[in-house]
């Protein structure tokens, strides 16, 4: 209960920030041109949240335009399997990443698995992998990215 009440605040809190942002999508003119930047946590293997996730990617590319907007996704947890070719989003992740949007599998929790589960997960092609995805969110936020936790 109080991971979708967090997870709905955070949505009304990015959509009330948007609605008052000064960017149009699909700005051609150079002048003032800003990328926005956002990194999004995925930590849960909840398929309803992770199908939430994947529109909230969309719908930010649509409202500031695929090329004004950077964004990446660090999995971590059981949240890994979600950028899995077993994942059922495989497809959406798949058409995501030829827009440029980026997925990230933490290093850490890959090896965790090994060890405990003694399973090698098979991650979608072109998933990046870090040496540990928390960090890699704390040092993209120090970067500018806004940050988004479902």
Known sequence: MIKKLTFILSIIIINACAYHSPVVANNNDNDGFEIH??????NTRDPEIQAEVLSNIVN??????????EIELVAYGPGIYFITKQS???????SLMMQDVTFTACGDTLKTIKRTKGIDLDLIDDV???????????????QGYSYLSP
């Open 60 to 69: 930010v590319s649509k409202y500031y335009g695929v090329d004004n907007v």
């Open 37 to 42: 930047k956002l990194v999004i946590q995925m």
């Open 88 to 94: 059922e989003f495989r497809k959406r992740i798949e």
């Open 128 to 142: 990046v992998v870090v040496r540990n995805g928390v960090p890699r969110m704390m040092d993209l936020q120090q």
